[in-house]
Each structure stands twice: as C-alpha cells, then as structure tokens.
C-alpha cells in the first residue's frame, strides 16, 4: 500500500504594491493615471470648507439675537438654585 503525499504548497503572493513588477505597475499608472497629489487636494478641499462654515459661525454669532439668546443661556446654566 502506498502514501501520497500531498503536493507541496506554494507561498501565497502578497498582495499590495510591493507585489507588483515595475512593468506591470507603469501599465497600471498609464491606464488608471496618476494619483499623486489626490490626497493635498482632499485636504485642500477639507480646509477650505472648514473656512467656509467657521467664516459662517463668525457671521450669525455677531448678530445681536443670537448673542443674546446665548447670553441668556449662559446665566441660566450659572444660575444656582434659581
């Protein structure tokens, strides 16, 4: 009666950019484009609309309705007892 023994197992290929030939990765550049600078333009995009609702905070807080319903809402959570 004979054994068999299993095939040996190859190591699975990692997965990732280091797995990846310089060749196949230019081909996959030139198809898909480049994609440098993607992630300073995400952050740009972030800053600028975090600007844009402080700069709209700043506008309705200077208005006198809004300041003095926070006012009011101040010295009541300071009101002790009241």
């Known amino acids: 009666m004979t054994t068999k023994t299993p095939p040996p197992t ?7 950019p280091a797995s990846l030939s310089t060749a196949l990765r230019r081909r996959l550049a030139a198809r898909w484009g480049d994609d440098r600078g993607a992630a300073t333009a995400e952050y740009a995009i972030a800053t600028m609309a975090a600007v844009g609702f402080a700069s709209l905070l700043v506008v309705i807080m200077q ?14 959570a300071l009101t002790v007892g009241g």
């Open 10 to 16: 190859t190591p699975a290929m990692p997965l990732g």
């Open 63 to 76: 208005s006198d309705e809004v300041r003095g319903i926070l006012t009011d809402m101040v010295r009541t």
